[in-house]
């Protein structure tokens, strides 16, 4: 009994995983899916002609999306490494307080913040635009950024710094040849949760974007108001292949003997 | 002296984010509750009145008092049903050594799935002519479309609670795992030598260091699920609906007599978010003490 029961829940949950993933699939390629049918009568290539269609909504989407969730990865990876290197290994007055400012936006939904700060962005034109975005964006993403960073800043031995120091490098040697390729790892993971915060984000968008930045999440809003279910399941499909492929090469430093996600593990 | 230099030198550390965040998240704060009090009203003609009004309009507003149930339910329903899954799986995780890798990556897998996707393989596969209704028509065990019970969309917010459980419960995963990989590993191994029970070992030496990673990690999935608007939207029923998704009705309403309304739940629920999160690190601490 002890001996099945492991297998079979550790096999639930790997089903329970993939099997939405089957559902997306199939109506990504199929021409029309009727009640009762187990599976499509007639499979078609419709649903990804229309998304790589280089002048339709999703390809747009995607260069739009793209645009802004790098913009945001990088952003938010250099702002909040910075300040995740101060709490890990510095003491400066009012250390609580700046925990509590990083923490608080991981608490307070973001659509609050941002209805609230709707009105400033009109005033100083950057509603309806990318870097109105792009700065919403910075809400949700940086405060995940610092806490991933400190926790790999909390493992950093100061003395590597000061060795290649005492042997004449230069502050910025120092940075690109011994902090950097030490930290890697946690700015990899940074970049990766910026990006697929940014990637994924709907409401921030729609509240300070309107109608004028069409990110892939609105596309997706917008199929899935209508019934077209082969384009919902092509654009899901385009929609989640990026931020696989960014997890792909991310996903050892996800969990490790070093791993970079103990920071969200101290809040 | 060493110190003072230290300490200037993380302002300047600490500075983009400061800057960044309190020009927009406290800003953006602040400025909610203003409107949500009267002030820079985007009616035109109407004098500006201070008042709250708008506190007393969301505690009579119907939908809002329905939507507070709903929320409470699928953010508590999801927080503690995710983080007991987790525990249970990372657990196993760690015990198995056949596809111990394999699994850990599967455990990965759904975090950089949107939301939105998340939402969408839920509707296509649990609604009433969803895969699973398909399935067990199939099979006999339900009688067509309408035979299957609705719980997508639904007033009880299951559709809803699966789509969190799906995205949450593998990153509880991850943030288990990985605090499991940790320096605990030697600890554990050296009672193991010592003759100490799994059971004793998961009480004494497991439970206690994983403690704080589920601790974090039950208060971001807990301030996620409640005010997150995205699958509730669309995975719920128009009425009642989360908190967030009132609150965005009522702010993009025609009526824009509701705005400072929309401010005014918004404010609320984040204060009160706020409130529970302090009151359950404040009980865990002396949890933690005992």
């Given at each position: 009994?002890?001996?099945?029961?492991?297998?079979?829940?550790?096999?639930?949950?790997?089903?329970?995983?993939?099997?939405?993933?089957?559902?997306?699939?199939?109506?990504?390629?199929?021409?029309?899916?009727?009640?009762?049918?187990?599976?499509?009568?007639?499979?078609?290539?419709?649903?990804?002609?229309?998304?790589?269609?280089?002048?339709?909504?999703?390809?747009?989407?995607?260069?739009?999306?793209?645009?802004?969730?790098?913009?945001?990865?990088?952003?938010?990876?250099?702002?909040?490494?910075?300040?995740?290197?101060?709490?890990?290994?510095?003491?400066?007055?009012?250390?609580?307080?700046?925990?509590?400012?990083?923490?608080?936006?991981?608490?307070?939904?973001?659509?609050?913040?941002?209805?609230?700060?709707?009105?400033?962005?009109?005033?100083?034109?950057?509603?309806?635009?990318?870097?109105?975005?792009?700065?919403?964006?910075?809400?949700?993403?940086?405060?995940?950024?610092?806490?991933?960073?400190?926790?790999?800043?909390?493992?950093?031995?100061?003395?590597?710094e000061?060795?290649g120091q005492?042997?004449?490098a230069s502050r910025l040697t120092v940075l690109r040849k011994i902090t950097?390729?030490?930290?890697?790892?946690?700015?990899?993971?940074?970049?990766?949760?910026?990006?697929?915060?940014?990637?994924?984000?709907?409401?921030?968008?729609?509240?300070?974007?309107?109608?004028?930045?069409?990110?892939?999440?609105?596309?997706?809003?917008?199929?899935?108001?209508?019934?077209?279910?082969?384009?919902?399941?092509?654009?899901?499909?385009?929609?989640?292949?990026?931020?696989?492929?960014?997890?792909?090469?991310?996903?050892?430093?996800?969990?490790?003997?070093?791993?970079?996600?103990?920071?969200?593990?101290?809040? | 002296?060493?110190?003072?230099?230290?300490?200037?030198?993380?302002?300047?550390?600490?500075?983009?984010?400061?800057?960044?965040?309190?020009?927009?998240?406290?800003?953006?704060?602040?400025?909610?509750?203003?409107?949500?009090?009267?002030?820079?009203?985007?009616?035109?003609?109407?004098?500006?009145?201070?008042?709250?009004?708008?506190?007393?309009?969301?505690?009579?507003?119907?939908?809002?008092?329905?939507?507070?149930?709903?929320?409470?339910?699928?953010?508590?329903?999801?927080?503690?049903?995710?983080?007991?899954?987790?525990?249970?799986?990372?657990?196993?995780?760690?015990?198995?050594?056949?596809?111990?890798?394999?699994?850990?990556?599967?455990?990965?897998?759904?975090?950089?799935?949107?939301?939105?996707?998340?939402?969408?393989?839920?509707?296509?596969?649990?609604?009433?002519?969803?895969?699973?209704?398909?399935?067990?028509?199939?099979?006999?065990?339900?009688?067509?479309?309408?035979?299957?019970?609705?719980?997508?969309?639904?007033?009880?917010?299951?559709?809803?609670?699966?789509?969190?459980?799906?995205?949450?419960?593998?990153?509880?995963?991850?943030?288990?795992?990985?605090?499991?990989?940790?320096?605990?590993?030697?600890?554990?191994?050296?009672?193991?030598?010592?003759?100490?029970?799994?059971?004793?070992?998961?009480?004494?030496?497991?439970?206690?260091?994983?403690?704080?990673?589920?601790?974090?990690?039950?208060?971001?999935?807990?301030?996620?699920?409640?005010?997150?608007?995205?699958?509730?939207?669309?995975?719920?029923?128009?009425?009642?609906?989360?908190?967030?998704?009132?609150?965005?009705?009522?702010?993009?309403?025609?009526?824009?007599?509701?705005?400072?309304?929309?401010?005014?739940?918004?404010?609320?629920?984040?204060?009160?978010?706020?409130?529970?999160?302090?009151?359950?690190?404040?009980?865990?601490?002396?949890?933690?003490?005992?």
């Amino acid at each position: 009994m002890k001996i099945i029961f492991r297998p079979l829940f550790l096999g639930l949950f790997v089903f329970w995983v993939f099997f939405p993933f089957l559902s997306i699939i199939i109506w990504s390629v199929a021409a029309g899916w009727r009640f009762p049918d187990l599976l499509p009568e007639q499979y078609s290539a419709r649903g990804y002609q229309v998304s790589f269609d280089p002048d339709g909504d999703i390809i747009r989407g995607v260069i739009t999306s793209t645009i802004i969730a790098l913009v945001v990865g990088v952003l938010a990876t250099a702002i909040g490494s910075a300040a995740g290197r101060a709490i890990a290994m510095y003491n400066f007055k009012m250390k609580k307080f700046f925990q509590f400012l990083v923490l608080a936006p991981l608490i307070v939904p973001g659509l609050a913040v941002t209805m609230g700060i709707q009105i400033l962005f009109i005033k100083y034109g950057l509603a309806d635009s990318m870097r109105g975005v792009i700065l919403a964006h910075l809400i949700p993403t940086v405060p995940y950024v610092v806490m991933i960073m400190s926790g790999t800043f909390a493992n950093f031995d100061r003395a590597y710094e000061e060795q290649g120091q005492v042997l004449g490098a230069s502050r910025l040697t120092v940075l690109r040849k011994i902090t950097l390729p030490i930290v890697l790892p946690g700015l990899a993971v940074s970049f990766l949760f910026a990006f697929v915060i940014s990637w994924s984000e709907y409401i921030l968008t729609l509240l300070v974007g309107g109608a004028a930045v069409k990110t892939l999440p609105m596309v997706l809003f917008a199929y899935l108001r209508g019934s077209d279910l082969t384009l919902v399941g092509a654009a899901s499909i385009v929609f989640m292949i990026p931020p696989l492929i960014l997890l792909r090469f991310t996903s050892k430093h996800l969990v490790g003997r070093s791993s970079s996600v103990t920071g969200l593990g101290s809040v | 002296m060493k110190r003072k230099v230290r300490e200037r030198k993380a302002i300047w550390l600490i500075l983009p984010t400061v800057l960044v965040l309190t020009a927009l998240f406290v800003g953006g704060f602040l400025f909610g509750i203003l409107q949500s009090l009267g002030f820079f009203s985007v009616i035109a003609d109407e004098k500006q009145r201070i008042s709250l009004d708008a506190y007393l309009a969301v505690f009579q507003n119907e939908t809002v008092r329905a939507g507070i149930i709903l929320t409470f339910r699928v953010a508590l329903l999801s927080t503690i049903l995710s983080t007991v899954i987790a525990l249970a799986i990372s657990l196993m995780i760690s015990r198995t050594k056949r596809f111990q890798s394999v699994l850990i990556s599967i455990t990965q897998f759904n975090i950089p799935i949107p939301h939105v996707v998340a939402a969408t393989g839920i509707l296509l596969t649990f609604s009433q002519s969803g895969l699973v209704s398909r399935l067990s028509n199939h099979f006999g065990v339900t009688e067509g479309s309408s035979g299957f019970p609705i719980i997508t969309n639904d007033p009880f917010g299951y559709g809803i609670i699966m789509s969190y459980l799906w995205k949450e419960i593998p990153f509880m995963c991850v943030l288990i795992l990985s605090a499991l990989r940790g320096p605990v590993t030697n600890l554990d191994e050296t009672a193991k030598t010592l003759g100490a029970s799994y059971s004793y070992r998961l009480r004494k030496i497991i439970l206690p260091y994983i403690f704080p990673a589920i601790l974090s990690g039950t208060i971001i999935v807990f301030a996620f699920s409640f005010g997150s608007y995205e699958v509730p939207y669309l995975l719920g029923e128009p009425y009642p609906s989360t908190v967030s998704v009132v609150a965005y009705q009522l702010y993009t309403d025609r009526d824009l007599a509701n705005r400072p309304t929309a401010m005014a739940l918004a404010t609320i629920t984040s204060v009160v978010i706020g409130l529970l999160v302090y009151a359950y690190m404040l009980l865990t601490k002396q949890e933690g003490r005992k």
